[in-house]
């Protein structure tokens, strides 16, 4: 069965759709078979910048228009993505038969895959964190920013108090260099484990880059040439050591597999609201 790789934050625009698709690429260029989940409901965004064009979402899946195969998308880079589209109302009121097909038809999906990345949306909601939850390991994208990192702490801080998940990765996203973003993973790290018992894997810097923000800008985001990059180099280095991570036996926690990623995504919404600390 193939490896669930949950990309979550607690602050938004720290650069968790950026650090899925190009970890995915960097799966899915050593021949690994990758299926991107965007289970960010509020800013679904996945498709626009790989530039794909899904024939429909989890959504319309949903309301019968559409079957899952049928909204699996294809990039030319070797990566499969599934949208989410937005609309949490629906996801939340689906029918039990379509329920009941979705689960069916999404189990199946583990089996193709090697590794399913989901890009959760920020924040502690009850969706994000049981997508978390799903995950063979969830990782943590936060900016070397204050407000950034207390708000990743409270992710890995309630992941730690309600779902007993006390081990998780982290990449610095932003950084100025490689000891920022160092530091900025051993506070966090440091912090966790003191206050929540909860383990903290560096899995690496991503240098901040204007050629990144061009690339999104002309939707070139996950073409050849992004490996090469600065960022790209940080991405694909975070994604070998989360591989380690997750190769090694070292994490203690296992999946729940992709039914329960379904139940999370039509989870009602629990009114939440994000907290910074
Ligand atoms: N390392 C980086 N260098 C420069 N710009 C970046 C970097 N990472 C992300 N960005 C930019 O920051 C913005 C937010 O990134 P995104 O991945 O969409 O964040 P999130 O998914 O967490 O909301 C995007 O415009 C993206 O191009
Ligand atoms: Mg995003």
Known sequence: MGKIIAVTSGKGGVGKTMSTINMALSAAKSGARVLIVDGDLGLSNVDVVMGLQPSGTLKEVLEGQVTIAEIVAHSPLGIDVISSGTGVTQL?????????????????????YDYVFIDTGAGISESVLTLNSTSDIFVVVT??????????????KVMAEEYDRRECAIIVNQAINDDEGKRVAARLAEVALKFCDSTVHFAGTVPRDGSL???VLARQVGAEGSLSSLCGQGWSQSWCRILQLLNSGELSTGSAGLNSVWDALSAPPSGRQNIGL
């Open 143 to 156: 900016t070397p920013e204050p407000h950034a990192m207390t708000d990743a702490y409270a992710v890995i």
């Open 92 to 112: 939340a009121n689906m029918n039990p038969l379509s329920r009941s097909f979705l689960v069916h038809e999404l189990a199946r999906l583990p089996n193709s």
């Open 213 to 215: 923000v061009r690339a």
